[in-house]
């Protein structure tokens, strides 16, 4: 693991970074979980990694989620106040 980005033991990224972050594939806003170090796309349920504070957005390296791991992702962000990158 790398160093901690913010109290959360995840990786942190640059806040004028996050607001232009776009899904490669519909070019929609993105989630960004810090401690998971993922972005997800919601509309089309893929998450991108974030490997050493560097987004992967590639659709072939994207990992596509199931209905259990949507649901969760969807309810955490609306618990915790995580809003997308930018207003689509």
């Known amino acids: 693991m790398g160093p901690a980005g913010n109290s959360l033991?995840?990786?942190?990224?640059d806040p004028k970074l996050l607001a232009i972050l776009a899904c490669p594939e519909d070019k929609?806003?993105?989630?960004?979980?810090?401690?998971?170090?993922a972005l997800y796309n919601p509309r089309l349920r893929r998450?991108?990694?974030?490997?050493?504070?560097?987004?992967v957005m590639l659709v072939d390296e994207a990992e596509s989620v199931d209905d259990g791991e949507h649901e969760?992702?969807?309810?955490?962000?609306d618990?915790?106040?995580?809003?997308?990158?930018f207003e689509g």
Not at 29 to 36: G, K, S, T, V
Not at 47 to 55: E, I, K, N, Q, S
């Open 9 to 13: 033991g995840g990786m942190s990224l």
């Open 47 to 55: 998450r991108y990694a974030v490997r050493d504070g560097v987004p």
């Open 28 to 37: 929609g806003p993105l989630l960004w979980f810090a401690d998971e170090s």
């Open 79 to 85: 618990a915790e106040g995580i809003r997308p990158t």
């Open 72 to 77: 969760r992702l969807v309810a955490r962000a």
